[in-house]
């Protein structure tokens, strides 16, 4: 089991920005992608951001151009630098990690989350 742990939230005003990161257990170069979730109450869970192990990247509409997601293989690391703030990105952040192209649930791990709050 891969266990990931995220830090980094709090909580900061309208055009601020935070640098989220997401701590492994065990080697994040033996995972197909990470990704960044966010939620916030009455809401779905959104896709934030991704990377796979080939580096690619995605983003989901909304954030693109203000986020950037990283990893860093040698601290098992990813993070997720947010700027340019909005208070609708207000949510908890989870990370996500995938171990196959598959993508099944039984491929993902997940954290428990870290609360932003973007105040306008």
């Known amino acids: 089991q891969v266990r990931l742990v995220e830090s980094g939230g709090g909580l900061v005003q309208a055009g601020g920005s935070l640098n989220l990161s997401c701590a492994s257990s065990?080697?994040?170069?033996?995972?197909?992608?990470m990704r960044w979730y966010r939620q916030a109450p009455v809401k779905q869970r959104e896709l934030v951001a991704r990377?796979?192990?080939?580096?690619?990247?995605y983003y989901a509409d909304s954030v693109k151009g203000r986020f950037t997601i990283s990893r860093d293989n040698a601290k098992n690391t990813v993070y997720l630098q947010m700027n340019s703030l909005k208070p609708e990105d207000t949510a908890v952040y989870y990370c996500n990690g995938v171990r196959t192209f598959l993508d099944r649930n039984t491929d993902n791990y997940w954290g428990q989350g870290t609360q932003v709050v973007v105040s306008s």
């Open positions: 065990r080697g994040i170069d033996t995972l197909y992608a």
């Open positions: 990377i796979t192990s080939s580096a690619t990247t």
